[in-house]
């Protein structure tokens, strides 16, 4: 990660933290209108980020139709989320250990991810890392792809959405948002990436996030690290 973005999900990581200062978001769900936009890349960056700022923190692949991230992090991609929701493994068998922070991968790709995503088991599996970890921060599918990202919402505290600049189109943008809205889920921030800084080669990420309707209320867990 370059120091342009470093900072900037320092930054991110900061705004999260002072959403709600007595009450911060512990269960961060980060999902994109469509894929190829930057939000695997964004979770991974950002539970870094947390994780540097002294919080304990593990990273959920909670997408179970195109997972990445065990070929990103050089991990065993053949048990994670499904064997736990499934009953075939616990948590402590299915985490592995990134740099600074936990990883539970996908595990096997199953028939029915959405039905998964949205199960009593997938809850329980979330709010037991809440009991273990400050910070969870759940990778998901794109919101106009699939319903994945909507229907697990509904465990987050807070959900960031990521857009590319100069592909995301507004439409595109505004149906991801309103599917957010249709199940009352907690947009706390949008995610541009890829933006060209004048007079430089780098990329950065921008955030814009607004005010939040309200946390979760799943506890504030340990202080913040900034």
Do not use: H, M
Request: contains cysteine.
């Amino acid at each position: 990660t370059s120091p342009i973005w470093s900072e900037s999900y320092r930054k991110l990581r900061t705004n999260l933290s002072y959403l709600e200062p007595d009450n911060p978001p512990r269960t961060l769900l980060v999902t994109s209108a469509l894929p190829g936009d930057g939000k695997t890349i964004t979770a991974l960056n950002l539970a870094a980020s947390i994780a540097q700022g002294g919080r304990s923190t593990v990273l959920v692949e909670a997408d179970l139709r195109r997972p990445s991230v065990s070929k990103l992090l050089g991990l065993v991609p053949d048990v994670g989320v499904t064997n736990v929701v499934a009953g075939k493994a616990t948590i402590d068998e299915v985490t592995q250990a990134a740099a600074g922070f936990d990883v539970i991968t996908s595990g096997p790709i199953p028939p029915n991810p959405s039905e998964l995503l949205g199960s009593q088991a997938f809850g329980r599996l979330i709010d037991s890392l809440l009991e273990k970890y400050e910070n969870v921060v759940i990778d998901t599918p794109p919101l106009l792809a699939v319903t994945d990202a909507a229907v697990a919402s509904v465990v987050a505290d807070a959900v960031i959405l990521v857009c590319q600049a100069k592909r995301t189109r507004k439409t595109e943008l505004r149906r991801a948002l309103l599917g957010l809205r249709a199940v009352d889920a907690n947009i706390v921030g949008v995610v541009i990436n890829q933006i060209s800084i004048p007079g430089s080669s780098y990329y950065q990420y921008s955030y814009k996030t607004p005010t939040p309707r309200r946390t979760r209320g799943r506890g504030a867990g340990g202080q913040s690290g900034e």
